[in-house]
């Protein structure tokens, strides 16, 4: 496992309070496709290969992007404009997590 997967399944293992959460999931597939994912001349299905229940934050220093300027549009819930401070994207997950999606 590569570093950015493994330290990515240890950020993603416990929640904000240190409990550990109550269903994993395996993520490695998902890792690889959303970072082989480009938003310039992507295919914007990407979304659909990935678990429908996954709650996804796009990423982009392309704020103008149709994708990025219309993101729920394309299946995603949360936006990320780089670059972007470690507090902000940590804001955006904090407000992700709580979004109650079915």
Do not use: C, W
């Not at 399944?9 to 269903?23: A, C, H, R, S």
């Not at 993520?27 to 979304?47: D, P, Q, T």
């Amino acid at each position: 496992m590569d570093r950015a997967t493994n330290l990515t399944n240890q950020l993603l293992t416990f929640t904000k309070g240190g409990d550990p959460i109550i269903e994993n999931i395996s993520i490695g597939k998902s890792i690889v496709e959303i970072a082989e994912f480009s938003l310039r001349g992507s295919n914007s299905k990407l979304h659909s290969k990935i678990d429908p229940k996954a709650k996804i934050i796009v990423s982009s220093g392309y704020a103008t992007d149709p994708i990025m300027a219309n993101y729920k549009d394309f299946g995603f819930i949360g936006i990320a404009v780089k670059p972007y401070s470690f507090k902000d994207l940590e804001k955006e997950i904090d407000r992700v997590l709580k979004l109650n999606y079915e």
